[in-house]
């Protein structure tokens, strides 16, 4: 659940946060059912509604719910939320998690050993080799 959680708050940060930011706008909505329908979370409309109405999703993209309409369970794909940005429109939205920007860290020291795979093969070859030469 937590990765459907995480995919859910990617793509609201995706599709609406930067693109909000982006346009200096103040404030923006996101439909539960809208995002029902992108990620083809059918049957997940409580999974969406919870993602997009608690505090990690404002806490991670600098927000504030300031309404969320439909019904009174708040379960539903006519539920709206309604955002503010609570922090500066002029600072860089936040893009990537953190291990996200970590991706391709070592890549040009694989590649000056040969690539990944050339230097697994390598350790994997002389991984007893202290054992043998005594």
């Given at each position: 659940?937590?990765?459907?959680?995480?995919?859910?708050?990617?793509?609201?940060?995706?599709?609406?946060?930067?693109?909000?930011?982006?346009?200096?706008?103040?404030?923006?909505?996101?439909?539960?059912?809208?995002?029902?329908?992108?990620?083809?979370?059918?049957?997940?409309?409580?999974?969406?509604?919870?993602?997009?109405?608690?505090?990690?999703?404002?806490?991670?993209?600098?927000?504030?719910?300031?309404?969320?309409?439909?019904?009174?369970?708040?379960?539903?794909?006519?539920?709206?939320?309604?955002?503010?940005?609570?922090?500066?429109q002029d600072s860089a939205?936040?893009?990537?998690?953190?291990?996200?920007?970590?991706?391709?860290?070592?890549?040009?020291?694989?590649?000056?050993?040969?690539?990944?795979?050339?230097?697994?093969?390598?350790?994997?070859?002389?991984?007893?080799?202290?054992?043998?030469?005594?």
């Open positions: 659940m937590a990765k459907m959680a995480d995919d859910i708050r990617s793509h609201g940060r995706d599709k609406y946060v930067v693109p909000a930011r982006n346009q200096k706008l103040r404030r923006f909505s996101i439909r539960a059912g809208d995002v029902v329908r992108n990620l083809k979370l059918y049957g997940r409309v409580p999974a969406v509604c919870s993602a997009l109405g608690r505090g990690i999703f404002l806490k991670q993209n600098g927000l504030k719910l300031v309404e969320s309409t439909g019904p009174s369970s708040g379960q539903s794909t006519t539920v709206t939320y309604t955002y503010e940005f609570v922090d500066s939205p936040p893009s990537t998690e953190a291990w996200t920007e970590l991706r391709g860290a070592l890549k040009d020291i694989f590649a000056s050993l040969g690539g990944g795979e050339a230097y697994l093969r390598r350790e994997r070859e002389n991984f007893y080799a202290d054992k043998e030469d005594s």
